[in-house]
């Protein structure tokens, strides 16, 4: 028979684990380069750019949309990174509390 305290118990455990992963993604980091290293973007698990290093070898004037694309393109790999590495801490948090059914993805969720 069906035990809707049974599941309601279980919504409520799933719910603080989702809690506690999302709080814990600000210590998840990665980062991201472009031009050869020159640029460097360290982002963390909340989608939040924490640290940017350019080399002060193209800090020049007329280089300026040059370093313009490359902090782009660095932030945007840095982001890509840390979304991945996100996703697992929050997959791993809840492993056991969700169901796995085959063509649900709940990482929308988080």
Do not use: C, H, Y
Not at 9 to 14: A, I, P, S
Not at 15 to 44: C, F, H, P
């Amino acid at each position: 028979m069906f035990d809707m305290m049974k599941m309601l118990g279980k919504v409520k455990e799933v719910q603080a684990k989702v809690k506690e992963a999302q709080d814990n993604l600000v210590k998840i980091t990665d980062s991201g380069e472009s031009g050869a290293g020159m640029v460097k973007v360290v982002a963390n698990g909340k989608r939040q750019i924490i640290q940017i290093d350019i080399d002060p070898e193209i800090i020049k004037k007329e280089d300026k949309e040059m370093l313009q694309d490359l902090v782009v393109a660095a932030v945007n790999k840095a982001l890509e990174n840390v979304e991945v590495k996100a996703k697992e801490e929050l997959k791993k948090s809840t492993e056991g509390l969700i169901p796995n059914i085959p063509g649900l993805d709940l990482s929308g969720m988080f």
